[in-house]
């Protein structure tokens, strides 16, 4: 354990970052199985409204640099995509 007291403080930083962080994370990834689960249930509508609730969520954590932008709009190209494929 530190000593000195900013690293003190320090350390109480880093484990309450790191929960809202992996807490962050954790949501991304259902909102996306979510997506997923729809689409092999083909049910577009489903897929749809699951999507229009996770761009939202990939959009703001690639912005506080939670996860990297390429990552989210990757994820926001390949479900739409896919989703299209669907109702087609």
Same mark, same amino acid.
């Given at each position: 354990?530190?000593?000195?007291? !900013?690293?003190?403080?320090?350390?109480?930083?880093?484990?309450? #970052?790191?929960? #809202?962080?992996?807490?962050?994370?954790?949501?991304?990834?259902?909102?996306? *199985? *979510?997506?997923? &689960?729809?689409?092999?249930?083909?049910?577009?509508?489903?897929?749809?409204?699951?999507? &229009?609730?996770?761009?939202?969520? &990939?959009?703001?954590? !690639? !912005?506080?640099?939670? $996860? @990297?932008?390429? *990552?989210?709009?990757? @994820?926001? !190209?390949?479900?739409?995509?896919? $989703?299209?494929?669907?109702?087609?």
């Amino acid at each position: 354990m530190a000593n000195i007291k !900013s690293a003190r403080k320090r350390a109480k930083q880093a484990v309450k #970052r790191n929960e #809202r962080n992996t807490s962050a994370k954790s949501m991304i990834r259902t909102a996306v *199985k *979510k997506v997923v &689960l729809a689409i092999d249930n083909k049910d577009a509508e489903a897929a749809r409204a699951a999507l &229009l609730a996770a761009e939202p969520l &990939l959009d703001r954590y !690639s !912005s506080r640099g939670l $996860i @990297h932008r390429n *990552k989210a709009a990757r @994820h926001k !190209s390949r479900l739409s995509a896919k $989703i299209k494929a669907l109702a087609a």
